[in-house]
Structure formats: C-alpha cells, structure tokens
C-alpha cells in the first residue's frame, strides 16, 4: 500500500492583504477620557456630619414621614431655589428661611430646596455638581465638595435640604444629609432611578410625567417599594451589586404636564383616585412651578393660594407644597464671565423673589391658624 507524500507547508499568497496584529478598538470609542473621582467615604472624612446637622436631618426626615402618615397635620413647604448655583447666596437664603420657619412651625413644616443637579431637556447647564465653575469645566470632584459644604451649613442652621436625585452615584457622596429626595419628571420613568430610589434612606416624591400622567409616579411609587438588586458603588467607590429593601416612604408629586396644570379640584380627584386604585397612600405634593404655572414664577403665589383653600376646605390628602423661590425673582442667562452674574437670581428656571416668599409663608401660617 502506497503512503503520499506529505503535502508541503502553504506559502503566503502574495495577492493577499497581511493581517493586522493591533486590536481593533471597539468599546470606549467615544470616550475621551476616565477622570478618577474622590470617594464618597474620603469626601465624608473631609466634611464630616456633626451631631447638629445629623440630628436635623433625622428629624427633618420623621417630621416628613409623619406628615405622609397623617400624623403631622402642619402643611410642608418645600421651598427654594430652582436650582443652587452661588454657595454665598445659598447660604443667605437659607438664614433668611430658617427664620421664617422658626417663627411658623406650630403651622408649617418648612424644608429647602437644595437642588445641586438638573437634567435637560436637550443640553445646557446640569448643576452644581456637574459644573460648579459655571464654565464647562466639568469639575465634579469641587461640585461634590461644595454641594456636600451647602449642605452642612444648612443642616447647622437647623434647616432640613430637599434635592432631586439625578445621577444615582451621587446618593452615597451627600444622601446623609437629605431630609426629603425627589425624582424628576424625565426620570420617574427610569427604572434604575426607581430602584436607587428603593435603597435611599428618605422620603421620596415622583413627580408626573412631563405629558402629565399620573400613572408613570404611580408605577415608579409602587416599583420603589419593594427591594431590588443592581448595579451601583459602594461608599468607597467599588462597583458592587446593591441589594435594597424597599422604601415605603414614596408620594406622588402633582406638577402639570403638556396639557397644562393638575392642581384643580378635579385633577386633584382623580389623583386621589389613582392612588388609591394602586393601592398607595392618598397623600401628595403639588409643585406651584413647572407647567402648574405655566414657567411664570410671577403665578406661582396663584397656584399655591388655589391648593391651600382646597387644604383648608378640609382635603387632607393634600399634605403641602413646593416653590421656587430664590433672593431675587425671575431668571438669568449664563455669561461667559460667572463674575458678571446678578446675584441671588435664578440661572435655571425663574424663581419668586423672596420678599414675596416670605409674605406667602406668613399669610399662609396666619390662614391655618384661622
């Protein structure tokens, strides 16, 4: 039996273009650079909590509680600026509220707004946080630093924050000091906001989406009360797998939608209705910004007047209300000098100066008292 020959080893076809041994680029082709970040548990040891500012937000948070339990029949203000933009001005509004809420809590329970992070319909400015130099710097380890600052000062002062969380890392750098978180009305729909939200440690309101349905808070209520497993950092920064328990401390927030505003007494009805249908406590805010005003900061005191004669008529499934409100009213655009700002006045949506706020608060605490 005949054995062939070996066949001989094949040559290269010259014809043929050579292969590359570099590794074709795949993932990250966008991305232009990894800047490390500081640490939630670094930056607590670089402005730790005293015992002041955690008792206040302690409280702050089983006064709220209380308050969506129908225990605490003081009507909550949220109020505050849009958005946080100056630390001295932040702090100087904050005084003046801490005042006011001294002098009114027998009738009302005030909380600031404290909002560090804004999302975007397209583009523009995403908060303190994100771009605390104002100049597209993007510096977001001095953000975390000065948003964590604001909020010490303030807890010192005896004043429980509300903020609205956005990018849900942020919760493990400065949540310690939050009295009452919300989600935004681009968010309620996310599911990965739903289950940070299942794991935060204080109440949280979902506000309508932007067409105006109510059924999206609804649902993101619902998913947030039950415990969850996703992906998140740990307080020092590793990737881990957080597994949550549930928060049962969520609220519907009314704040209009395209249609127009959902704080009349029949929007307030079928909220009511919705809430009840899902099983939810029937209790919530109602927003006098956004569409509820048509973006006119000027109306705001008209919406917040219409939902307190409905409080006052004996509708206790309202429990409050949230304002922006800022040292100066209305609004102003960006510069590329952040020196040439106006101070205490809005670089997000227009706000109510404060002269007006502080009236409304004290008419508002006079009428309860009624």
């Not at 109440?203 to 059924?215: A, H, I, M």
Request: glycine fraction near 8%; proline fraction near 7%; charged fraction near 20%.
């Amino acid at each position: 039996m005949s054995v062939s020959a070996p066949s001989p080893p094949a040559t290269p076809d010259a014809a043929a273009p050579a292969r590359s041994t570099a590794r074709r680029a795949t993932n990250n082709v966008n991305v232009r650079e990894f800047a490390p970040l500081i640490n939630p548990v670094q930056l607590a040891e670089e402005y730790p909590a005293s015992e002041a500012a955690l008792a206040t937000v302690e409280t702050g948070r089983e006064q709220i509680k209380a308050a969506l339990a129908g225990e605490d029949d003081r009507l909550l203000c949220v109020v505050g600026p849009c958005s946080i933009h100056d630390e001295k001005a932040a702090l100087e509004y904050a005084g003046k509220l801490r005042a006011v809420a001294e002098e009114t809590a027998d009738r009302l329970l005030v909380v600031m707004r404290v909002y560090f992070e804004k999302p975007r319909t397209t583009v523009g400015w995403k908060g303190l946080i994100s771009d605390p130099g104002l100049n597209e710097q993007f510096d977001m380890a001095e953000g975390l630093r000065k948003a964590r600052r604001i909020l010490l000062e303030i807890a010192e002062l005896g004043l429980p924050a509300a903020t609205e969380m956005l990018e849900p890392i942020t919760p493990q750098y400065i949540a310690d000091l939050i009295a009452l978180a919300s989600i935004g009305a681009r968010t309620t729909e996310s599911p990965c906001h739903r289950q940070m939200s299942s794991g935060l440690s204080m109440p949280v309101g979902y506000k309508n989406g932007t067409d105006g349905s109510l059924q999206t808070a609804l649902n993101a209520m619902t998913a947030a009360r039950a415990g969850h497993s996703f992906l998140g950092i740990d307080p020092h920064g590793q990737t881990c797998v957080v597994r949550t328990a549930g928060n049962p401390w969520g609220h519907l927030i009314l704040r209009g939608g395209h249609n127009g505003p959902n704080y009349d007494a029949e929007s307030i009805k079928r909220a009511i209705e919705g809430l009840e249908n899902d099983d939810l406590p029937p209790r919530f805010l109602v927003d006098c910004s956004h569409a509820n005003s048509g973006k006119d900061p000027l109306r705001q005191p008209a919406v917040w007047n219409d939902v307190l004669s409905q409080r006052l008529e004996g509708n206790r499934s309202i429990i409050g209300m949230m304002l922006e409100s800022n040292l100066f009213e209305g609004r102003q655009n960006l510069t590329p000098n952040p020196a040439d700002l106006k101070y205490g006045v809005s670089v997000t949506d227009g706000c109510l100066g404060w002269e007006q706020t502080e009236a409304l608060l004290r008419e508002t605490h006079a009428k309860l008292g009624g």
